[in-house]
C-alpha cells in the first residue's frame, strides 16, 4: 500500500482539480476517479477514501457500502453539501467520518491524517481490551492473555468485534453495527445482534452477566473502550 495514499471519488472537476492540488501539496498520492467506476478494484491499494455523496450512477452511500466490503480495513470519509443528520447518520453507518461541503483543507488533512493514524494503530499493532484480552487484527487472531491461548471467534463475532475496534470508545447504535455487519435493514425489535454480542461477551468477558469489555448503553447500543 503506497504511504499516504489517497483515492478521492468527486465528479465535480472544478472541485476535485482544487482538492487533488491541495493534498498533493500536503505530500498526500492522489487517485482521482469521477465516479464509483472502478473503485471497487482501487481500493484496496489506498490508506483512506474520499468519497462524495452526490455522483453519477451510483450514489456515494452505495459506493461507500461496496468499498466498505471490499477493503473494511480502509477509512472512508464523506465529503457532502447535505446537512441533514438523517444523512449523517446514513452515512456514519458505514464510513469512518463525515465532512460537510464548504470546508477548510486544512480540516481535510487533519481528518486525514486521523483516520489513517486510526487505521494504521488498529491493524499493524496488538490492541488490549480490558486486562486480560489481546488482539492481533494483521493476523485475525484473539488472545486471553490469562491462560495464554487463542480465542476462536465465528465469523460474525470477529466482524462484529473489527467493527468495534474500527470505533474505539464511540457509543454504537445497535442498528448501526447491524446493518454495517450484515448489509441489510435492521428490523426493530430483531435480536440477531443481541445474540452475537452475547456469544461474544462469553468468549471475551471474564465475567459475562458484567462485561468490562462491552458496555452496553441501555437504548442506545454498545461502546467497546480501548
Do not use: C
Amino acid at each position: 500500500m503506497k504511504n499516504r495514499s489517497i483515492l478521492y471519488i468527486e465528479d465535480n472537476e472544478k472541485i476535485g482539480s482544487w482538492v487533488k492540488e491541495e493534498l498533493e501539496q500536503q505530500g498526500f498520492a492522489v487517485q482521482w476517479l469521477l465516479s464509483g467506476e472502478g473503485a471497487e478494484e482501487a481500493v484496496s491499494q489506498h490508506e483512506v477514501v474520499i468519497l462524495d455523496i452526490m455522483l453519477p450512477g451510483l450514489d456515494g452511500f452505495t459506493v461507500g457500502k461496496r468499498l466498505k466490503k471490499a477493503a473494511p480495513t480502509v477509512p472512508i470519509l464523506l465529503l457532502s453539501a447535505r446537512t441533514s443528520i438523517n444523512d449523517k447518520v446514513d452515512g456514519l453507518q458505514f464510513a469512518d467520518d463525515y465532512l460537510t461541503k464548504p470546508f477548510h483543507t486544512e480540516e481535510l488533512v487533519a481528518r486525514l491524517k486521523v483516520l489513517i493514524r486510526r487505521g494504521g494503530t488498529t491493524y499493524s499493532e496488538r490492541i488490549s481490551l480490558g486486562d486480560h484480552i489481546e488482539v492481533d487484527p494483521a493476523g485475525q487472531m484473539v488472545f486471553n492473555k490469562d491462560t495464554g491461548e487463542e480465542i476462536i471467534l465465528t465469523g460474525r463475532q470477529h466482524q462484529i468485534l473489527m467493527y468495534f475496534l474500527r470505533h474505539p470508545n464511540q457509543v454504537l447504535p445497535k442498528e448501526q453495527i447491524y446493518e454495517a455487519i450484515w448489509q441489510e435493514a435492521y428490523i426493530t425489535g430483531d435480536k440477531t445482534l443481541m445474540v452475537h454480542i452475547r456469544r461474544l461477551r462469553q468468549k471475551l468477558e471474564r465475567n459475562p452477566d458484567s462485561p468490562e469489555i462491552i458496555e452496553t448503553l441501555k437504548g442506545i447500543g454498545y461502546r467497546v473502550k480501548q
